[in-house]
């Protein structure tokens, strides 16, 4: 039963505008959340986290959003670069194990 | 430190045998996970450690998985029998162990059984 969803398996983003990656979780006893950054061949990145007390928490080109009563959170990173192209996985913890969505795949074109 | 580390990178092994990988923690970090990642699919948890202590192991996937950290240093996962199921990333992580850290990654242990 996937607990942490991301729908979208893929999003392309011209290098500068803002790329928002979208995720949905069903267990409202979740209370911290982690992005991470994967390449190909490497093990996953840790990118940013917010608490369930938070609603925003930014550093530098990401901003995290949680909107608690619609179970969303969303991964916002301004301008976008093609560097950022990766897989990025939205991951809530659940005391000890880190519950992972499926994955988006982003794609920043020049 | 430089981070997680995890040995080897690749295995190819025949259905069949056993194997072991190994998965070096950040140092100062008192937890350690094991996780598998198939294609298309996000990390799913195996089990985890709190210094030499195997906390949670419910959710290795059958009793042919079975993981160690005698010391509470290194940690070693055995897969005994493997079926070519089992084939997948096994990804290792680390952490301190305070309330809502962040895991650490090494850059996995890619197995494939033929």
């Known amino acids: 039963d996937q607990q942490v969803k991301q729908n979208s398996p893929s999003l392309s983003v011209q290098e500068g505008r803002i790329s928002i990656l979208n995720c949905d979780y069903t267990n409202s006893m979740f209370d911290y959340f982690l992005w991470y950054k994967k390449y190909p061949a490497e093990g996953p990145t840790f990118l940013i986290s917010i608490s369930s007390i938070k609603d925003k928490n930014e550093d530098g080109r990401f901003t995290v959003f949680l909107n608690k009563s619609a179970k969303h959170l969303s991964l916002h990173i301004v301008p976008s670069q093609p560097g950022d192209s990766a897989v990025y996985f939205c991951a809530a913890n659940s005391g000890y194990a880190l519950n992972f969505g499926k994955g988006t795949s982003l794609l920043v074109t020049p | 430190d430089t981070g997680v580390s995890q040995d080897p990178r690749h295995k190819i092994t025949k259905r069949g045998q056993n194997v072991t990988f190994r998965c070096d923690p950040i140092s100062e970090h008192n937890r350690l996970y094991w996780y598998r990642q198939t294609l298309g699919q996000g990390p799913e948890f195996l089990t985890y450690f709190q210094n030499e202590a195997q906390l949670e192991k419910s959710r290795l996937l059958s009793d042919r998985f079975s993981a160690e950290r005698p010391k509470g240093s290194f940690s070693t996962l055995e897969i005994q029998r493997t079926e070519q199921g089992d084939s997948a990333m096994y990804l290792c992580?680390?952490?301190?162990?305070?309330?809502?850290?962040?895991?650490?990654f090494g850059p996995g242990t890619r197995l494939t059984v033929t």
């Open positions: 992580a680390s952490s301190f162990g305070t309330a809502n850290d962040e895991q650490y």
